[in-house]
T-cell receptor
Framework: EPEVTQTPSHQVTQMGQEVILRCVPI?????FYWYRQILGQKVEFLVS????????KSEIFDDQFSVERPDGSNFTLKIRSTKLEDSAMYFC????????????FGQGTRLTVV | SQKIEQNSEALNIQEGKTATLTCNYT??????LQWYRQDPGRGPVFLLL?????KEKRKERLKVTFDTTLKQSLFHITASQPADSATYLC???????????FGTGTRLQVTL
């Protein structure tokens, strides 16, 4: 069964460092998303991406965040200068259509900023 | 302000019984609502989607209802099994179809 793959599964980084979280969405999907979940809290939307551009972004997705689909298969989330409060589980998701269709989530990258 | 409310307390239920989870929302007019399952340390897994013009949707032992007047969705698992133990998330759109907004989830524990 096709699945969304995320790497790494766990990343520890020092405050102020840049991190890149990687995702390989399901191959025929056209819509891509990043969500995050701080420990014990709800899943929060970060950004949606379609047709090589951002469709929508949340207030969390400030200038420190960026997304890219560099080669037609990978979908990356970059955090330029990490803060302690960026520590969370980051989930990539993909779908064949917009969010009124089934979304497939990856297993997540646990980011720990120290 | 907009809110999606799910019971924050865990729901404990005996194997074989029907589990009913509630999702209430305020200041949304969603065109559809989705339910996901999340296991500890894992990503959400899609279960069911119900649209505003549908009253009820079923899939195997799962049933979802959607009442846009009450602004509520109910999620039922019949003949529950210990393997159904997980956190169940309600998610709805804000009208843009660009994103889902999730509730905090309800943890279900099914015991023998």
């Amino acid at each position: 069964e096709p699945e969304v793959t995320q790497t790494p599964s766990h990343q520890v980084t020092q405050m102020g460092q840049e991190v890149i979280l990687r995702c390989v969405p399901i191959s025929n999907h056209l819509y891509f998303y990043w969500y995050r979940q701080i420990l014990g809290q709800k899943v929060e939307f970060l950004v949606s991406f379609y047709n090589n551009e951002i469709s929508e972004k949340s207030e969390i997705f400030d200038d420190q965040f960026s997304v890219e689909r560099p080669d037609g298969s990978n979908f990356t989330l970059k955090i330029r200068s990490t803060k302690l409060e960026d520590s969370a589980m980051y989930f990539c998701a993909s779908a064949t259509g917009p969010m009124n269709t089934e979304a497939f989530f990856g297993q997540g990258t646990r980011l720990t900023v120290v | 302000s907009q809110k999606i409310e799910q019971n924050s307390e865990a729901l404990n239920i005996q194997e074989g019984k029907t589990a009913t989870l509630t999702c209430n929302y305020t200041n949304y007019s969603p065109a559809y609502l989705q339910w996901y399952r999340q296991d500890p340390g894992r990503g959400p897994v899609f279960l069911l989607l119900i649209r505003e013009n549908e009253k009820e949707k079923r899939k195997e032992r799962l049933k979802v209802t959607f009442d846009t007047t009450l602004k509520q969705s109910l999620f039922h698992i019949t003949a529950s099994q210990p393997a159904d133990s997980a956190t169940y998330l309600c998610a709805l759109d804000d009208g843009t179809a660009s994103k889902l907004t999730f509730g905090t989830g309800t943890r279900l524990q099914v015991t023998l």
